[in-house]
């Protein structure tokens, strides 16, 4: 997007971008650990953005050394919690404590689209390379920052000092009280929504204000909080208790039945009546049209209340039937159903293999390694490749050299002073 003389050659022989991918063209400096900032750059990689990623010299991004771990015969960790999230990228260490390594970041930012970053507020601030300074050198840059609570010149909170990671934006938000369980202790949702909806959240944010800048010239900051993003994810709990002024029961929804998981003969499938016309449909394909008229079933509320009537008729049709049986009755009548898969059989599903949605990655330490593709599809544009992340620093000669144009001398000498 930035138009410097050279701009288009180099980003064109950028091995991770392609003329066919949205962002081709678009340089992106991310200042990054853990989960949610790496995914959030890594989506705009995939897309074709050309994305370097700021590294301490010495351990760089801390997921690198997050358990498990295998080391490499060079001594270097590798940590399967970075190969989740760091595909398709450049590595350049950098030491932002020092005044050299301060200024070759400012001239890095003067040629880029994008600075993403996810430390704690005020950190960019106070090495001298925060929004304001960088927005100051550079007019058009999009800044956007991942926190646990925003930052306050865009939007205060009092909690912007605190520490947080994704089990925090849970706690707060309500979600551990929706799982259903045993008794009243609350429920960690089992994996880091807070920080997939975070980076989702980071990359839509970006996305929106290089196209407002395409429009007015002028980039902006974008404020990502951690907490909000799992707020938004609890937003039918919310607006109930604005309605009714009393929270939801945990697990299946209040408002209708049957939804859920229950059991035929081989298994779990799940069942998913929404709205009166599915209501009807499921009745006829279980043989028990009769229900309909019934008026402990009159709706969604009244059938979950007389749940302990309604589930014997279902759990006796799925008493005779297996998995599949059941649910491609159900399907056939235009009844929401699946089958509920545990995530071994994920790797033989044939939509996740239709879609591409399992990539292997051949990482030298742990060999061949799958993890989650990209979900966004689009016409005429390839998947993304399933590059191995990054080496500490792999990139920080090319990266200089051809965002700055120093020499291998220059870059030596840099080196032997402990900047990069």
Not at 21 to 34: C, D, H, S, T, Y
Request: hydrophobic share 40%; net charge negative; proline share 8%.
């Amino acid at each position: 997007m930035n138009t410097e003389s050279g701009r288009a050659t180099a980003a064109t022989q950028d091995p991770c971008s392609t003329p066919d991918r949205p962002l081709q063209g678009v340089r992106v400096l991310a200042v990054e650990n853990f989960v949610a900032g790496p995914f959030a750059s890594m989506w705009l990689a995939d897309a074709g953005a050309e994305v370097i990623k700021v590294e301490a010299p010495a351990g760089g991004d801390f997921a690198r050394s997050t358990s498990p771990v295998r080391t490499a015969e060079d001594g270097s960790p590798h940590a399967l919690s970075f190969l989740r999230a760091n595909r398709n990228k450049k590595s350049l260490t950098l030491d932002l404590k020092q005044a050299e390594g301060k200024r070759l970041f400012l001239e890095l930012a003067d040629k880029a689209d994008i600075v993403l970053e996810n430390l704690r507020p005020g950190v960019m601030d106070r090495l001298g390379v925060g929004y304001d300074v960088l927005r100051a050198r550079n007019p058009r840059l999009i800044y956007v920052a991942v926190s646990g609570f925003g930052h306050t010149d865009v939007k205060p909170s009092p909690y912007t000092d605190y520490p947080a990671l994704d089990i925090v934006g849970q706690a707060l938000s309500g979600l551990m009280y929706r799982p259903e369980r045993h008794d009243d202790r609350p429920t960690y949702l089992g994996f880091s929504m807070t920080d997939l909806q975070g980076g989702i959240l980071a990359a839509q944010g970006a996305l929106l204000a290089l196209y407002q800048r395409e429009r007015t010239g002028r980039g902006k900051k974008v404020d990502i909080s951690l907490y909000d993003a799992s707020l938004v994810q609890n937003e039918i709990s919310v607006t109930m208790y604005s309605a009714l002024r009393k929270p939801l029961p945990p697990g299946l929804p209040a408002v209708t039945a049957p939804f859920g998981p229950f059991r035929a003969s081989d298994g779990h499938i799940v069942i998913a009546v929404l709205g009166e016309h599915i209501w009807r449909r499921f009745c006829e394909v279980i043989g028990k049209p009769e229900l309909v008229d019934d008026p402990r079933f009159a709706d969604g509320i009244a059938r979950r209340q007389h749940s302990a009537a309604l589930d014997p008729h279902i759990d006796a049709w799925l008493a005779t039937r297996t998995r599949a049986q059941a649910v491609d009755l159900l399907r056939e009548g235009g009844v929401p159903a699946s089958v509920v898969n545990d995530v071994a059989d994920l790797f033989d599903c044939p939509h996740v293999a239709a879609r591409e949605m399992l990539m292997t990655i051949q990482d030298p330490v742990w060999g061949p390694v799958q993890v989650v593709g990209n979900p966004i599809k689009m016409s005429d544009v390839p998947e993304p490749d399933a590059g191995v992340p990054p080496r500490l620093g792999e990139h920080t000669d090319a990266v200089l050299r051809d965002w700055l144009h120093l020499d291998t001398r220059q870059v030596d000498a840099l080196r032997a002073g402990g900047i990069v």
